[in-house]
Every structure is written in C-alpha cells, then in structure tokens.
C-alpha cells in the first residue's frame, strides 16, 4: 500500500462491540472533518503525511518566493529516512555506509527545512508519472550517480513489481527503466564534461589527467535526445595540474597547454554551453546544472585540529552560513554565468545550488564505510583519517534533498 488508500473497508461489528465502534468512528470524521478529504476519503501515507514542514500540495501550487536552498537542518526520526538502504534494490556499495559497519544511524534522519516554506513531500507516483513517457539522464561524475542512485532508491518502492524496474549497464550509460510509465531515468559517466583520458567508467584513475577541451560530441550524442538532462561537474576539476589538447589522443603533433583551474573550467564548460546551444531542442529538453557539491576533508575548518577530517563525525555543523575552505566560489560563479548566459539564449535551464545545505554536513559521508576498491594500506588502517571519503555521501542521505528539491521542480514547475 503505497501512500494512500482509497475508502474503508467494510468492518463487521459484532453488537456488544458497537460502543467501541462508535468511538473509532467518531474519531475517523473528526480526522476528515479537519484534514478537508473530499468525499470523505482518508489517506494514509507511509511517510507520515502529517509531518511539520512538509505537505502534499496542489498540483498547481506556486512556490513563487521560495527559497528552498537557504534553511536548516532538523532532526526527524518520524518521517525520516525516506527509504531504507538495505531494502534499496539499487543501491551502490560506494554509499552504503551501513552495510560496510557505520554503527551510527543519526545521518539518516536529518530533514532540511529551508527558510519561510516548506518543501512538498515526496511521491514517487507523481514523479513517475510527470516522467511517463520521458528519458532522463544525470551526466557527470561520482558525485552525480550518488545524486542518480538516491533517486532510483526514492523511487524504488513506489513500484511494487519488481519486474517493472530493471537497471542496465552498457558502456558509459546506466539505464533505468520503469516499464509501467515508460520513462527512463539514466546515468552517464562524464566527469569532465568534454572528452578527457578519464572517460572509461571503471578505469578512469589517472594521475595525468588530459582532455580534449574544445571536444564534447562523442559524450553529446548519447544524451541529446533527452527531455531532461541533469549536469554536474566540478569535483575533477580540483586536481592542480591539468593538461588541455587540442587534436586525437594519438597524434604525435598534438597541441597540449597547462593553465589554471578555472580558466579549464570556464572552456570546458563553453564548449558544453555551445553545443547545448546549437543542438539541444529547445521545445523538448529542460536542463538542470547541480552546483558544487563540498567535501569535509579539512577539520580546521569547523574547529578540529589540522589533518583531521569528516571521520567520527555524527552531527551536521549548525552555525549558519558555514563555508568550507575547499569549495571554490570561482568554479561556482563560473558554472553560474555559463546557466545564465544559456538562459538569456531561451534554453529552458536552471541552477540548483545545493552547495550550502551541504556544507553543514560533515557528518553525511561515507568516511571508510564503503567497499574501498583499492585496500587500505597497513598505515591507512591503523590512521583510519588518511583513507576516508569525506567527498560522496552516504545514502540515504544528503542526496535525497537535492532530489526533494529537484522533485520540487519537476512536479510544480518552480
């Protein structure tokens, strides 16, 4: 029974009950009287419709003045979390920070509630079907099938056959399909955004790492044809040193240039922006760009000592506006006047700035509670700080916001 059901069932009572049954539906048409269900129907939700702070609005409901990215987080152990890891048929082991020995659970049941509204509840029904007969597709890197994966476990159990969800892995391309709605909802590997030494979605570990700046059509053509398309790229653009080509990777003649990080950053993201532009259906595909999503690896920042990271941590930071060192405002004020400048084009496109709602949680990553698929050395496990992945994010987690956010969008047209 997935969030509601239609009616009441018809209850034999025998005579000497019939007092009780008088009670019970006293209190049933008090609860329709004051919850306003139309002809009296009472719906039940398995994820506590009544919760403060969220609500099942109207289909045409205006979010106009919201801000959904600026709030706090609470702490909420009766609606959250919104799935449970182990019974997620497509969760990853890389954020499956229960299984692989996370003893404390507090990170599954923080709820953000942004400033002055509140953001609707999740209904996996509705979503599917505004996706019926569409395909969607995340484009980037780790970080984005994180975001991908969360979403296929927030989905997951509102479709009870198991036959009507199947995930398959072909090349760069992950695709989900809902057989029911006939939607898609895909994930393709792309880090850098243009072609790059970094493309193979299993052995992209390299140290040098090279790309083919003014490249992208390789990448393009196996999600052009989307009616949404879902960006992010910002994390592989971190390494310092970078070496941009202009010709094949095999040319001996090639052109190679070394250059700043947002310099490689904006012309990656220019030769992305034009080619949107040129070839994307305007009429068909709406775009969104996730923003950075920012890593807890400096302690410093939030009051530990120097060399400390996100390991053993089990709360979110609270003070308000925090902001990590190793988030680069450059990158973002690039990514943004790139969506701006494709906006001003009539590209249908919009930012989702989830940076600062991340930031507070230091808490949220996997730390060393995933399958590591390089081993921990013998000095990593006896300093357990050099080997923890303080960048992804455990799940459930802090991605199911970023798609409560995007659920948002999608469903009620922000």
Not at 88 to 96: E, I, L, Q, R
Not at 102 to 114: A, C, H, I, L
Not at 305 to 318: V, W
Request: charged share 25%.
């Amino acid at each position: 029974m997935k969030g509601m059901v239609e009616g009441l069932q018809k209850v034999n009572i025998h005579a000497h009950h019939s007092v009780g049954f008088m009670l019970v539906m006293g209190v049933i048409m008090v609860v329709v009287y004051f919850n306003g269900d139309v002809g009296g129907i009472i719906r039940f939700n398995n994820n506590n419709n009544n919760i403060n702070g969220e609500a099942e609005m109207a289909e045409d409901y205006s979010f106009e003045g919201c801000d959904f990215f600026n709030g706090s987080w609470v702490y909420d152990n009766r609606s959250r979390p919104l799935y449970k890891e182990r019974e997620c048929s497509f969760m990853a082991d890389d954020y499956s920070c229960e299984k692989f020995g996370r003893k404390d659970f507090k990170y599954q049941f923080w709820r953000w509630q942004p400033h002055g509204c509140d953001l609707p509840r999740f209904n996996g029904t509705a979503l599917l079907e505004k996706l019926r007969n569409k395909r969607v597709v995340f484009v980037g890197d780790s970080l984005g099938k994180n975001h991908w994966v969360s979403l296929l476990c927030l989905i997951d159990s509102w479709i009870l056959e198991p036959s009507h969800k199947v995930a398959e892995w072909r090349g760069s391309l992950i695709t989900f399909r809902a057989s029911e709605y006939n939607v898609s909802i895909d994930f393709y590997w792309e880090p850098l955004l243009v072609e790059s030494n970094c493309d193979d979605p299993v052995n992209h570990r390299v140290r040098d790492r090279i790309m083919k700046i003014e490249s992208i059509e390789r990448h393009a053509k196996e999600w052009i044809n989307a009616d949404m398309l879902i960006f992010d790229s910002y994390t592989w653009w971190l390494e310092p040193n970078m070496t941009l080509l202009w010709g094949s990777f095999e040319n001996p003649n090639r052109t190679t240039v070394e250059s700043r990080r947002v310099t490689r950053y904006e012309m990656a993201l220019k030769t992305w922006a034009d080619w949107l532009d040129t070839h994307l259906n305007r009429n068909k595909t709406r775009i969104f760009f996730i923003s950075l999503s920012p890593d807890h690896k400096e302690g410093g920042d939030w009051g530990k000592i120097m060399g400390e990271n996100c390991y053993n941590e089990t709360e979110p930071i609270m003070k308000q506006g925090y902001w990590g060192k190793g988030s680069d405002t450059d990158l973002m004020r690039t990514a943004q006047s790139m969506v701006q400048s494709l906006e001003a084009k009539g590209l249908n496109i919009k930012l989702l700035n989830i940076t600062q709602l991340s930031q507070y949680r230091k808490d949220g990553h996997p730390s060393i509670y995933k399958r590591h698929w390089v081993p921990p050395t013998k000095l990593e496990l006896a300093n357990p700080v050099l080997y923890a992945d303080c960048i992804h994010w455990c799940l459930p987690g802090v991605p199911d916001v970023w798609n409560e956010i995007l659920y948002a969008y999608i469903r009620y047209k922000v």
